[in-house]
């Protein structure tokens, strides 16, 4: 089964932290402009950086790991980690396995809230004004520096010790 031919590329330093990028999510899953229900989120530094976050889809997802009920589960043909709220019960332990932070929860429907790639279609990446969320096809040189930028993370949250 082949994964999804597409990506969301994340360029921090196109970030003019904006926020429309939470504002199209929500508005998307939500119905509303509230970024606190977007999934996915502008962390701004003291320094001037700001950088979108969201889920990335990892192949070998440590969320789908920790749930214990299925409620998780990896699309074997898009790649997408997708949430099934019939199953999930609300014990959190997927948000607290995300090593990147990338997955909250929704404590009125009692479920996490997490990027689905909006059935391919992602609307942060459509109304980025800079293009510092972008979906592209998933050739070499994306995947290539789709993983560079998850390493930088993975990297900068090692320093911080979180």
């Given at each position: 089964?082949?994964?999804?031919?597409?990506?969301?590329?994340i360029?921090?330093?196109?970030?003019?932290?904006?926020?429309t990028?939470?504002?199209a999510?929500?508005?998307?899953?939500?119905?509303?402009?509230?970024?606190?229900?977007?999934?996915i989120?502008?962390?701004?530094?003291?320094?001037?950086?700001?950088?979108?976050?969201?889920?990335f889809q990892c192949?070998?997802a440590?969320?789908?790991?920790a749930?214990?009920?299925s409620?998780?589960?990896?699309?074997?043909?898009?790649?997408?980690v997708?949430?099934n709220?019939?199953k999930?019960?609300?014990?959190r332990?997927?948000?607290?396995?995300c090593?990147?932070?990338?997955?909250?929860?929704?404590?009125?429907?009692?479920?996490p809230m997490?990027?689905?790639?909006?059935?391919?279609d992602?609307?942060c990446?459509?109304?980025c004004?800079t293009?510092?969320?972008e979906?592209?096809?998933?050739?070499?040189?994306?995947?290539?520096?789709k993983?560079?930028?998850?390493?930088?993370i993975?990297?900068?949250?090692?320093?911080?010790?979180?």
């Amino acid at each position: 089964m082949e994964k999804t031919s597409k990506l969301l590329m994340i360029s921090p330093e196109k970030c003019i932290s904006c926020g429309t990028c939470e504002l199209a999510c929500s508005l998307a899953h939500e119905g509303e402009f509230r970024p606190s229900k977007s999934r996915i989120s502008v962390h701004r530094f003291d320094m001037g950086v700001t950088v979108p976050m969201t889920c990335f889809q990892c192949d070998s997802a440590a969320c789908v790991a920790a749930c214990k009920t299925s409620a998780l589960v990896k699309d074997t043909e898009t790649g997408i980690v997708n949430v099934n709220s019939q199953k999930c019960i609300g014990c959190r332990m997927c948000e607290m396995a995300c090593p990147f932070g990338n997955i909250s929860y929704n404590a009125v429907t009692k479920t996490p809230m997490k990027c689905d790639l909006c059935d391919g279609d992602p609307e942060c990446a459509k109304y980025c004004p800079t293009k510092a969320i972008e979906y592209l096809n998933a050739d070499s040189s994306t995947i290539r520096k789709k993983k560079e930028f998850s390493a930088k993370i993975a990297a900068a949250l090692g320093e911080v010790n979180i």
